[in-house]
């Protein structure tokens, strides 16, 4: 009991609660893309796999109920971070010391705000449907003659909004940003591997942050230019 209570109060214990929080996040993030890519072999394929994921029933919402916890734990734990930082630095440096830091690092609890912003609204018009109702309300027949919700044509929709596909590419950039500092900080905090890999670490997390962007971007803007429809 002592323990685990000396582990959440360490510094390096939150950063490990970070650090496997924000990677559930981050596995999350790569097969929702892999599986909303499905947009670009038509209506049948991607309402086939939403529909597959509803059927999940009582699995998908311990997905849910994870993903959830972890995104809660991930913002209570950078928030104790930083209070535990500026406590232990009352009076700010004179001069800005963080010049050799990235502007990825820097701008961590930016773009983690825009993120939850992001995943606010992404909810409501998606998921939840309340801030587009006539995008949401399409049904759609598969081949089984199975009745489904159109998720494929809420995309389209959606993305057929220019301010919507154009607020997903500047969200996505905060995401890559996000995710480019985040990838290797983590690698480093839970030490697998040695600090002369740094500068590979680095690369690696740039290359997945750009792999995040380009997926995801895709979508939104190929659907504006009316490449899909
Ligand atoms: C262009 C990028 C994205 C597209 C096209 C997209 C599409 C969708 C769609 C269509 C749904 C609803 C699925 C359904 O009702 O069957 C959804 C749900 C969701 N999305 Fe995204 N998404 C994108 C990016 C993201 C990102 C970057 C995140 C996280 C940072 C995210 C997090 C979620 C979450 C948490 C849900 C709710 C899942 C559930 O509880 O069922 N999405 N997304």
């Given amino acids: 009991m002592t323990l685990s209570l000396d582990f959440f109060r360490s510094s390096i214990g939150k950063k490990i609660i970070m650090a496997i929080t924000g990677f559930i996040w981050f596995g999350f993030v790569i097969l929702h893309m892999v599986g909303n ?11 086939t796999y939403a529909k597959f994921l509803k059927d ?39 001069k800005n010391s963080t010049i050799q830091a990235s502007f990825a690092s820097r701008t961590m609890a930016y773009s983690g705000l825009l993120l939850l912003t ?20 399409h049904e759609y027949i598969l081949k089984n003659g199975d009745v489904v919700h159109d998720v494929y044509a809420m995309v389209i929709l ?47 997390s740039t290359g997945l942050g750009l792999l995040v962007l380009i997926g995801n971007c895709s979508m939104p803007l190929s659907i504006l230019l009316g490449y899909v429809r």
């Fill in 37 to 47: 890519l499905q947009v670009f072999q038509g209506p049948e394929k991607l309402n």
């Fill in 56 to 94: 999940l029933g009582p699995l998908l919402w311990v997905a849910r109920i994870g993903l959830l916890v972890a995104f809660v734990g991930h913002v209570c734990t950078a928030i104790l971070l930083k209070l535990e930082n500026s406590s232990a630095r009352p009076v700010s440096y004179a």
């Fill in 118 to 137: 992001f995943l606010i609204y992404h909810l409501a018009h998606f998921t939840l449907g309340y801030t587009n109702p006539d995008h949401y309300s």
């Fill in 158 to 204: 959606g993305f057929q909004d220019p301010t919507i596909a154009i607020s997903y590419v500047v969200f996505m950039v905060f995401l890559a940003l996000h995710f480019s500092h985040a990838l290797g900080s983590m690698l480093q905090t839970l030490g697998i591997l040695a600090p002369k890999h740094n500068p590979t670490i680095q690369k690696i």
